[in-house]
């Protein structure tokens, strides 16, 4: 659902324009895949071999692929069309994505989707050991296919979506600290 109203928000916004119906395109079938992916996990858990730790891997490997592929995108997407997406845009889709896949893998991996957050519900002592470095194996292993398929789509963009600091390396360094700081305190206070 995040992927059809990130859409309807893109044609409001730009129009019907050629980029815009691709853009459209690319994103209700992320929609449809996402559902697809909800179905597998969730239909059958009842009737379904259980396939324990491997499901919740799998989980962190899409919802990972699931957040660089649309975040990185929107930002790809922006570079490409000068702009259309906008700054706003692409924070909407990082939001609308992470969303999504708390929706969709959630129950089943508790949808990390972030080696930091692994860490930080390791550190708080909300899982165990043993699944942390899968764990990140599978969102790390996500992440660069999401990254292979942009590279694939958009072989002549030369950054694929990289932020570069504006100031100094230790500020971006302070800052992202912080930042995630912050992101570890609210997911591990409102996970269960």
């Not at 659902?1 to 893109?10: F, N």
């Not at 690319?26 to 929609?31: E, G, H, Q």
């Not at 949808?111 to 790390?140: C, D, E, W």
């Amino acid at each position: 659902m995040a992927g059809a109203t990130a859409t309807v928000l893109v044609f409001v916004q730009i129009g019907l324009q050629p980029l815009v119906i691709h853009i459209g395109l690319i994103t209700m079938t992320f929609t449809f895949v996402s559902i697809l992916l909800f179905r597998i996990f969730k239909v059958h858990e009842r009737d379904s071999v259980d396939f324990g730790s491997m499901k919740k891997y799998s989980a962190e490997f899409i919802g990972a692929f699931a957040l660089v592929f649309a975040g990185t995108g929107a930002i790809v997407i922006n570079d490409v069309s000068g702009g259309a997406v906008t700054h706003v845009g692409v924070a909407l889709t990082f939001g609308l994505i992470v969303l999504a896949m708390i929706y969709a893998v959630g129950d089943v991996s508790g949808a990390h989707l972030n080696p930091a957050v692994t860490l930080g519900f390791f550190a708080a002592r909300r899982l165990h050991g043993k699944v942390v470095l899968p764990y990140m194996a599978s969102q790390l292993v996500g992440a660069f296919a999401a990254r292979a398929l942009l590279r694939v789509l958009f072989p002549q963009h030369p950054t694929l979506g990289t932020t570069v600091p504006a100031g100094a390396a230790i500020q971006s360094l302070i800052l992202e600290m912080v930042l995630t700081a912050v992101v570890i305190l609210n997911v591990s206070g409102l996970a269960r």
